[in-house]
């Protein structure tokens, strides 16, 4: 889904130190760049209903995973959906 070269610069972006590559950050950063692909995808072929169903999974994990940011660490949060430019 996500090309190895996006994936590492996204990572780079949002890890909390060196060797980080799964903090919650960095999971929501991911996730939302495999869901602008999908949705990319979803509007050349509108009837592909198992990438739909695809998509709706990744949304609720993201967004489950924004509500543990959201509740742990508001100031984190605040900043990540500034820097992804996603609705909270």
């Not at 996500?2 to 610069?9: F, G, L, P, Q, T």
């Not at 993201?62 to 996603?86: T, V």
């Amino acid at each position: 889904m996500v090309a190895e070269i996006d994936k590492s610069e996204i990572i780079k972006k949002f890890r909390i130190h060196e060797k980080d590559t799964g903090s919650v950050q960095v999971q929501i950063a991911l996730l939302t760049q495999k869901i602008r692909n999908l949705l990319l995808h979803l509007k050349e072929h509108k009837k592909d209903l198992h990438s739909k169903r695809g998509l709706l999974k990744l949304i609720s994990k993201r967004k489950k995973l924004l509500k543990y940011l959201k509740e742990n660490y508001p100031k984190d949060y605040q900043k990540l959906i500034e820097e992804l430019k996603i609705k909270g």
